[in-house]
């Protein structure tokens, strides 16, 4: 038997090559560490938030289903904050009327407002634990027949607190 690397524990990756939007892996493995933040929150952790950059976001290809987590953990106590670009007015007023902290930027966050702000990126922090989610996909079932990956890493420090333009 073979010792296991602690670096094989600080990351989690995925690839799939578009099966279809029946094939939602991306983003049920988000929901995942979102609703573990939420019931974290439910049982009395506090310190915890969600930082969400996220390109396009549309009520298909699971975008309905994190915009809920999302919603469940921001009541449990946890602090959701989104920066979004092009997106379902309905989802983003849903998470607004919730409580979620919902800053629209279509065009760009940069200062020039030239560009598209297309981050796919969450940050996740559960007690002492900090995950960075970045991911190719949007949420929109379009994205579901092309090819996506997904990178989590746990604990990267550097990484977790790098710099952001147009942070939530």
Request: some cysteine.
């Amino acid at each position: 038997m073979t010792a296991r690397s602690p670096h094989c524990e600080r990351y989690e990756s995925c690839f799939i090559h578009g099966g279809g939007v029946q094939d939602l892996l991306l983003a049920t493995r988000i929901k995942g560490k979102i609703d573990a933040t939420a019931d974290a929150a439910a049982a009395g952790e506090t310190g915890n938030y969600i930082r969400i950059a996220l390109y396009n976001w549309y009520s298909s290809g699971g975008g309905q289903e994190i915009a809920a987590s999302l919603a469940r953990a921001q009541k449990s106590g946890v602090s959701v904050r989104v920066v979004v670009g092009p997106a379902d007015d309905g989802l983003m007023s849903y998470l607004t009327s919730k409580g979620v902290g919902v800053t629209p930027c279509a065009k760009s966050c940069m200062h020039s407002g030239s560009g598209a702000m297309h981050n796919k990126c969450f940050l996740i922090q559960k007690g002492d634990t900090k995950l960075v989610i970045q991911s190719s996909g949007n949420l929109k079932d379009t994205q579901a027949t092309h090819a996506q990956n997904l990178l989590i890493s746990r604990d990267d420090a550097a990484l977790f607190s790098a710099p952001t333009t147009g942070a939530a």
